[in-house]
């Protein structure tokens, strides 16, 4: 039986307790950003054409963020480490059967199912977080969480790529869903943090979409994950178009993860220094940088830049957003950081997929520069938001 941790007033996070939550936000993240290198070798693989086997990453997006709701009141019901538990099996099962995909449908469905388990990692990592560091310092431990999922990106980009082209796309698969069942189990060690308990099951939800500001960090969301992450998914697939090699692609987009683990280590220190509209500014200037470099060009040099940009856009501009979920409804944190979630994977599988057709033919400047357009509604959005909530 899990322990219970005191209120955020009376303790700061334990230093055992965060290695395991960056250690399931790590195996989350690898597992979801390890398609997008490996997607123009695993088509001929499969006999299936681009567009199709980018379902198999859309469908992920659209699945991870379709069950965050779902997650967010099993673990406002049940509790945290519970749901974390519970959807790591699950996640640990979807991963071993994409590994033994034999067609693209197989595999589509099996990622969807993966997408759909691993969705609890991330959300659950963050509200426990939430709910035992006290709001004015909560940033630091949230930008050391987003280090570690940082690293999974980067890691998955460099391993991803380099696994499929010398030895299997299906040991790519195949890891993640070792590593999540070792986690299921050891999760047992981290204590359940105090929460305020429902009265009924739907409350939590009534509770979050009763709140403007709540709908108001959804709709930013929603472009956020359009804009950071689906037009991400197609950086490998752009050099690839030019003869790149796999793995040297992977390699490029692996910077994504170094850029956001740099930054998240300088906005740990600006934290308190800096306001939380000026991080998003920060970001979004970066962000916007990024996807004007990758517009005017495809080259290696520009990508590497371009990369470096993206991450550290995101941990400037989403760690900000995701500190500022965590604090809209406390009552209800899970179900409305996994809303928040919802709308962020939601906006990357409608861009992953809209854009598919027109990466098919190598049309990649136009996909770049519109997702440039895009960062600036995003980030005023984002920063008038945070300037008027209080």
Do not use: K
């Amino acid at each position: 039986m899990s322990t219970t941790l005191p209120s955020p007033a009376a303790t700061r996070l334990p230093r055992s307790a965060l290695r395991l939550l960056r250690t399931a936000g790590f195996v989350s993240n690898f597992d979801r950003f390890c398609i997008a290198p490996m997607l123009v070798l695993i088509g001929p693989r499969l006999g299936a054409p681009l567009p199709t086997v980018a379902l198999a990453a859309g469908g992920y997006y659209l699945a991870y963020g379709l069950m965050q709701p779902v997650w967010g009141l099993v673990s406002d019901l049940r509790g945290r480490v519970w749901a974390m538990r519970v959807s790591l099996g699950g996640a640990a099962v979807a991963a071993l059967a994409s590994a033994a995909a034999y067609n693209a449908p197989v595999l589509i469905g099996a990622r969807m199912a993966a997408g759909g388990c691993f969705a609890a990692a991330i959300a659950a990592s963050l509200t426990y977080v939430g709910d035992t560091v006290p709001a004015a310092v909560r940033q630091r431990p949230l930008s050391e969480l987003m280090t570690a999922f940082a690293l999974g990106t980067a890691t998955a980009s460099v391993v991803a790529g380099a696994l499929a082209h010398w030895l299997s796309w299906r040991l790519v698969f195949a890891l993640p869903g070792l590593l999540a069942a070792g986690l299921a189990v050891r999760l047992r060690r981290l204590p359940e943090p105090e929460r305020q308990r429902p009265r009924t099951p739907l409350a939590p939800f009534r509770a979050v979409l009763r709140s403007g500001w709540q709908w108001y960090v959804m709709a930013v969301a929603l472009l956020e994950g359009a804009v950071l992450l689906g037009f991400l998914t197609y950086l490998a697939p752009a050099l690839e178009a030019r003869g790149v090699p796999v793995p040297l692609a992977g390699a490029v987009v692996a910077l994504y993860g170094a850029g956001a683990m740099a930054a998240a280590r300088l906005v740990a220190r600006l934290v308190g220094r800096w306001t939380p509209v000026r991080l998003i500014v920060v970001g979004g200037v970066q962000s916007g940088a990024a996807h004007l470099l990758a517009g005017w060009s495809q080259s290696v040099p520009a990508l590497v830049v371009s990369a470096l940009l993206l991450g550290g856009g995101w941990s400037f501009l989403h760690s900000t957003i995701q500190s500022w979920a965590t604090a809209l409804v406390p009552a209800a944190r899970a179900t409305g950081v996994a809303m928040f979630g919802v709308a962020l994977y939601v906006g990357s599988a409608l861009a992953t997929g809209l854009a598919a057709s027109t990466a098919d033919h190598h049309a990649y400047r136009p996909l770049f520069w519109l997702a440039a357009v895009l960062t600036v509604p995003l980030t005023v959005a984002a920063a008038a938001g945070r300037a008027r909530y209080r």
